[in-house]
């Protein structure tokens, strides 16, 4: 029989295991995507196909390059 | 969120340019996966930033612009998830928050501190106040 911190070291193990493996899931299954919500919980997603959806992605990048370039200077 | 009280009143006067920079430099300290951030002003007008203050005030004009425009009224929040970053838009009453953060940050944790960075803004608390 597996001493008690064993025990309890191993369920924490399984853990973190399950944990990287969802995380890993994650990174491979996800696409891009745009999604908006409203006061009152709505929310809609927009495909890079739709005109609006274009427009977020198009914006959304021109924030990240400011974001990038904050992080390129060292600030 | 923005049903969350009226519009910021004389009894409750807008948050300064320092405080929003307080703001901005918490909401670095909260999120490892932030990239950076900005403070708006209902007007468009970015009160403090973590970079280049007027690029990100064009950079957040055209993408909440874009989101308003998408036929639903003002949007309360937003998000956008590229190859390349995230990015988060959240309202609270006259403030806007602006964030760019790392691809695959949990979202549900960038807009709950977001949120919790602006309601306490909003209601001139400092840091310290605003945490639980």
């Known amino acids: ?17 399950e944990a990287a493996a969802y995380l890993r899931r994650r990174r491979i299954g996800r696409r891009p995507f745009a999604r908006v919500y409203w006061s009152g919980g709505r929310s809609r997603d927009y495909p890079a196909t739709t005109k609006t959806g274009r ?9 990240i390059e400011v974001g990038v370039e904050r992080k390129a200077r060292g600030d | 969120m923005s049903g969350e009280g009226g519009p910021l009143t004389a009894t409750r006067p807008a948050p300064s340019a320092e405080d ?5 430099s918490r909401m670095r300290d909260m999120s490892a996966d932030l990239r950076g951030c900005a403070v708006l002003r ?23 612009g ?9 949007v309360d929040s937003l998000h956008v998830a590229t190859e390349d ?48």
Request: charged letters at 25%; zero cysteines.
């Open chain 1, 55 to 63: 427009s977020l992605f198009l914006a959304a990048a021109r924030l």
């Open chain 2, 85 to 132: 970053g995230e990015v988060f838009a959240v309202r609270h009453r006259d403030l806007t928050m602006v964030a760019v953060s790392e691809r695959f940050a949990l979202a549900s944790l960038m807009l709950f501190d977001i949120r919790t960075v602006l309601r306490d803004l909003a209601a001139g608390r400092g840091p310290a106040e605003g945490r639980v």
């Open chain 2, 66 to 74: 874009a989101a308003d425009l998408a036929g639903e009224g003002q």
């Open chain 2, 20 to 24: 929003a920079a307080a703001a901005v």
């Open chain 2, 42 to 64: 209902s007007d468009g007008e970015a009160l403090a930033a973590s970079g280049d203050p007027e690029r990100w005030q064009e950079a957040a004009a055209v993408l909440l």
């Open chain 1, 1 to 17: 029989m597996n001493k008690p911190h064993r025990v309890l070291l191993e369920r924490i193990a399984g853990y973190a295991d």
